[in-house]
């Protein structure tokens, strides 16, 4: 795992790999690696069978602005350096992921879990969605591209489609997505977990933790701005189902595929039109709400989207199943954070434990070489 040592994603496989009588993982640190690639490069070519997972460079500021300055002198360096963000501030999505890719590029071959073009093609939201409708994957349709507010409007209104979400094209996390809905009469609505924040006529975008509601033009229209600026697109809003004995909630499906085949899977119900479980939303075993028929069909539309990137061994997939048909919103190269949930008695650790020895990486000399 490329990933920080006190990661609560590392210590999980650490665990898993414990308890299947493993050694521990050998970890390098993305910060190590952002300046050279070197002891990576070199502990490989001491044991080139190992098994690497890149883990998520998520949870650790100075990773993310050490991308963002990646990223920023990867296109140019036009204007001044971007400065570190406050916590739980968007922005600057496009220059982290010019940096991410970068560093990725420069990371040597290996057997890895996810390799690095493959992470990258699902994190790009937008290209990933795009690879999965060509490939005749259902997905809500792709209204477009777009820059501001203005442009947002003027491609509704195109679409003849009143009611969208705006996705950050490298988000995650459902940070910055927006469901947005407008009326003939002028009447709009933006919700989601953006909080918007303006200092002296400064706009800023915050992650928060409560889904917040926006009516009023006046902010809708700046929060818009400041998430497009960073690269978003539009696509048509699919109702999410009712969740059976949860009144006014509605859920979709965080389902994990491993080698192509779904495996971990729960329901994520939520009053609010994010549904991602750290935004406080109910976790529900999906199984107590599927008949046979449903988890056949919701097993086949993974199995075909996972083909579409099948270089990566695992993805989580989020999905809504509705009137016959699934539908995969996104895919996530890092989407296997599920604490405790089990499949056939594995976790989504333990799956990836079983599959051998892996290496991680975050050096802080424990482990560090071997």
């Given at each position: 795992m490329v990933g920080p040592q006190d990661s609560r994603r590392i210590a999980a496989l650490q665990q898993a790999l414990q308890a299947q009588g493993h050694p521990a993982a050998v970890v390098f640190d993305y910060l190590q690696l952002l300046q050279t690639p070197a002891p990576l490069q070199d502990w490989l070519a001491r044991h080139p069978a190992a098994r690497v997972k890149l883990e998520s460079p998520g949870e650790v500021p100075e990773v993310h602005q050490a991308l963002v300055l990646r990223g920023w002198r990867r296109l140019g360096a036009q204007g001044a350096a971007p400065a570190p963000l406050a916590h739980g501030e968007l922005a600057h999505q496009q220059l982290w992921y010019a940096g991410f890719a970068d560093l990725l590029a420069s990371l040597p071959a290996a057997q890895y879990?996810?390799?690095?073009?493959?992470?990258?093609?699902?994190?790009?939201?937008?290209?990933?969605?795009?690879?999965?409708?060509?490939?005749?994957?259902?997905?809500?349709?792709?209204?477009?591209?777009?820059?501001?507010?203005?442009?947002?409007?003027?491609?509704?209104?195109?679409?003849?489609?009143?009611?969208?979400?705006?996705?950050?094209?490298?988000?995650?996390?459902?940070?910055?997505?927006?469901?947005?809905?407008?009326?003939?009469?002028?009447?709009?609505?933006?919700?989601?977990?953006?909080?918007?924040?303006?200092?002296?006529?400064?706009?800023r975008v915050f992650n928060a933790l409560l889904q917040r509601r926006y009516t009023q033009r006046t902010?809708?229209?700046?929060?818009?701005?400041?998430?497009?600026?960073?690269?978003?697109?539009?696509?048509?809003?699919?109702?999410?189902?009712?969740?059976?004995?949860?009144?006014?909630?509605?859920?979709?499906?965080?389902?994990?595929?491993?080698d192509g085949v779904a495996r971990q899977r729960v329901a994520r119900a939520s009053r609010g039109a994010l549904t991602n479980l750290h935004l406080g939303n109910t976790r529900l075993p999906a199984q107590a709400w599927q008949g046979a028929d449903v988890d056949a069909l919701v097993s086949a539309t993974v199995a075909q989207a996972a083909r579409v990137f099948a270089d990566c061994r695992m993805i989580g997939f989020d999905l809504i199943q509705r009137d016959g048909r699934c539908h995969v919103l996104e895919a996530n190269g890092f989407g296997d954070l599920l604490p405790e949930l089990r499949w056939q008695g594995r976790t989504t650790y333990e799956d990836q434990a079983a599959l051998g020895t892996v290496a991680a990486h975050a050096g802080d000399g424990r482990r560090r070489h071997g």
């Open positions: 879990l996810n390799p690095p073009a493959g992470l990258l093609a699902v994190t790009d939201k937008l290209a990933c969605q795009q690879r999965l409708a060509a490939a005749g994957v259902a997905v809500p349709t792709l209204l477009g591209s777009v820059s501001s507010y203005a442009e947002m409007r003027a491609c509704l209104q195109a679409s003849g489609c009143s009611q969208a979400f705006l996705k950050p094209r490298y988000g995650s996390s459902g940070a910055g997505v927006l469901a947005y809905r407008w009326h003939r009469d002028g009447r709009e609505i933006a919700s989601g977990s953006a909080e918007l924040v303006v200092e002296q006529g400064r706009v902010e809708i229209a700046p929060l818009v701005d400041a998430i497009a600026a960073q690269g978003a697109y539009l696509e048509r809003w699919i109702p999410k189902p009712r969740a059976p004995g949860l009144p006014g909630h509605h859920y979709d499906l965080r389902v994990v595929a491993l």
